[in-house]
């Protein structure tokens, strides 16, 4: 997809962070911004953020994993706009601690919002994008915690890694057809997930909090770059969005290198 003049896209947790990177990349490039979140404060401060750039924008409070909520979504958005050709299932939560460590409730709504919810919102809006038959995509927001398993994010990561198979059958079922579909996998990025019970007028907490984890500004890329990358990939028809080569890199070197070395030690060239 190269122009996205007057098509729409939905950004769930579109309210903050990575999602609302994305909606900034894709109002500039002149596309109608529908963004989902839970959080109602966040959309009112994101929509008057994003009417800097476009007047076309609309925030709906919807949940993920609300199947029945996605499809009310669905229809105020074609209300609004028009119907939505570039989706991108965003929402996410943390939940990293040991496998044992995490009770069973962070499991279930950990995998609820990281699976469910981008599953939830195929099952809404890919039907009609195939029956329109135009061009489409979809993003489905991952991480670099579903490429390489690192430290310790039993819940967190088992999601991110279920979220990239899912994307790369997503892809194959729709070879033939005209959407296509990206996985997004940032490694870390400078976003309130970090700290999610503080609210944005937090200032002072928010500031504590940011101070204690230095390896934030160390490390991290703003969400709108990543927005501008998920555009850019959109346009070059990219399937793995990675957002940097740094760490990344040489995770990734390693995992492959592992398992070619157990091929190797196991089936000899
Ligand atoms: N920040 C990072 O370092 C990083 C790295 C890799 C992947 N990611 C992924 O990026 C995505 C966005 O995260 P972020 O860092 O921007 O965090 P964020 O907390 O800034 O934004 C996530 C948004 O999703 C919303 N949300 C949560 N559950 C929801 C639900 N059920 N329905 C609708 N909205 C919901 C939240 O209210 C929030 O506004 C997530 O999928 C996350 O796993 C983030």
Redesign the pocket.
């Known amino acids: 997809m190269q122009d996205f003049t007057g098509k729409t896209a939905f950004i ?2 579109g ?5 609302l990177g994305m909606a900034k990349a894709f109002a500039k490039a002149g596309a109608n911004v529908v963004i ?4 109602t404060d ?1 959309l009112t401060d994101a929509a008057s953020q994003l009417a800097h750039i476009t007047d076309a924008v609309l925030t709906l409070e ?4 609300d199947i029945g909520g996605l499809e009310q979504a669905a229809q105020q958005i074609e209300r609004t706009f028009s119907p939505v050709s570039i989706l991108c299932n ?4 943390g939940g990293g601690g040991e496998v044992l460590a995490t009770p069973d409730e962070r499991w279930q709504r950990v995998m609820g ?2 699976l469910w ?1 981008p599953l939830n919102g195929v099952k809404v809006f890919l039907p009609g994008m195939l029956e329109r038959g135009g061009e489409g995509h979809i993003v489905n ?5 579903g490429i390489q398993g690192h430290h310790s994010q039993g819940a967190y990561g088992t999601s ?1 890694f279920a979220s990239v198979g899912f994307s790369e059958f997503l892809r194959n079922d729709l070879a033939a057809s005209a959407i296509s579909v990206s996985v997004l996998c ?4 400078d ?4 700290y ?1 019970d503080l609210k944005p007028s937090e200032t002072d907490a928010i500031a504590e909090r940011r101070a204690s984890m230095p390896w934030l500004q160390d490390i ?1 890329v703003s ?1 709108d770059t990543v927005g501008e990358q998920v555009l850019a990939a959109i346009r070059s028809g990219e399937f793995y969005i990675f957002c940097d080569g740094g760490d990344s890199r040489s995770m990734l070197e390693q995992r492959c290198a592992d398992m070619l070395a157990a091929m190797e030690r196991q089936f000899p060239s």
């Open positions: 769930t947790g309210a903050s962070g990575v999602g989902g979140d839970i959080q966040r919807v949940d993920t994993t965003n929402a996410g939560i919002v990281n919810g927001t991952a991480s670099f915690s991110k940032p490694h870390v990025v976003t309130p997930i970090f999610p991290a969400a």
